[in-house]
Nanobody, 121 residues
């Protein structure tokens, strides 16, 4: 079982920055690909950025050049540095990670509880 806990959300003015963290804990052998998703008010959840265990990254077009995803595998923690924030970035941000309970077991996807990011004057 993998527990994911996000932190770092809050209220920020347009043009500002925030850094989100997602810490994985529990009983597992390894964490594979980790992702950030977001769900704006009244809209569906969407992929923001992903990072593999080998540090390959990919971003959704709306955040390219503004957001940076990273991970510290030793700490089982993922980060999302968000710069030049816009009102349209307002959403609940969720952490998603593939975890494996033991060697040879399949990777299973887990979700965090979400953290609110509000970009407003």
């Amino acid at each position: 079982q993998v527990q994911l806990v996000e932190s770092g959300g809050g209220l920020v003015q347009p043009g500002g920055s925030l850094r989100l963290s997602c810490a994985a804990s529990g009983s597992f052998d390894s964490i594979g690909t980790m992702c950030w998703y977001r769900q704006p008010p009244g809209k569906q959840r969407e992929l923001v950025a992903m990072i593999t265990s080998g540090a390959y990254t990919n971003y959704a077009d709306p955040v390219k050049g503004r957001f940076v995803i990273s991970r510290d595998s030793a700490k089982n923690t993922m980060y999302l540095q968000m710069n030049n924030l816009k009102a349209e970035d307002t959403a609940v941000y969720y952490c998603n990670a593939d975890g494996r309970r033991r060697v040879g077991a399949p990777f299973i996807g887990y979700w965090g509880q979400g953290t609110q990011v509000t970009v407003s004057l």
